[in-house]
Nanobody, 120 residues
Framework: GQLVESGGGLVQPGESLRLSCAAS????????MSWYRQAPGKERELVATITKSGGSTDYADSVKGRFTISRENAKNTVYLQMNGLKPQDTAVYYCNAHVATAWGPGIDYWGQGTQVTVSS
């Protein structure tokens, strides 16, 4: 399976960006999708998660009310709408696909990451 992120860039504080993650090579609708981010010198952190059907979402406290995760299973794509961006949102953002398995920790796919920089 493959995940390809796009949509990152340099924006000023308060502006918005929409990240996209296109999936291929696996049954997208069977996977829980998440966005993670990693800032320089920090560990990778979970930002947002969406269930297989898109019916339920969860967010890190730091982005609640500002970020929205969504998915289009017909297009094998997951999105992250980021509003009210802050300098502390600067990081490389990664897309993750996860499915649980009965015999182990599950299967994970990761994208290559897309840089988001928030600076004036």
């Amino acid at each position: 399976g493959q995940l390809v992120e796009s949509g990152g860039g340099l924006v000023q504080p308060g502006e918005s960006l929409r990240l996209s993650c296109a999936a291929s090579g696996f049954t997208f609708s069977a996977y829980v999708m998440s966005w993670y981010r990693q800032a320089p010198g920090k560990e990778r952190e979970l930002v947002a998660t969406i269930t297989k059907s898109g019916g339920s979402t969860d967010y890190a406290d730091s982005v609640k009310g500002r970020f929205t995760i969504s998915r289009e299973n017909a297009k094998n794509t997951v999105y992250l709408q980021m509003n009210g961006l802050k300098p502390q949102d600067t990081a490389v953002y990664y897309c993750n696909a996860h499915v649980a398995t009965a015999w182990g920790p599950g299967i994970d796919y990761w994208g290559q990451g897309t840089q988001v920089t928030v600076s004036s």
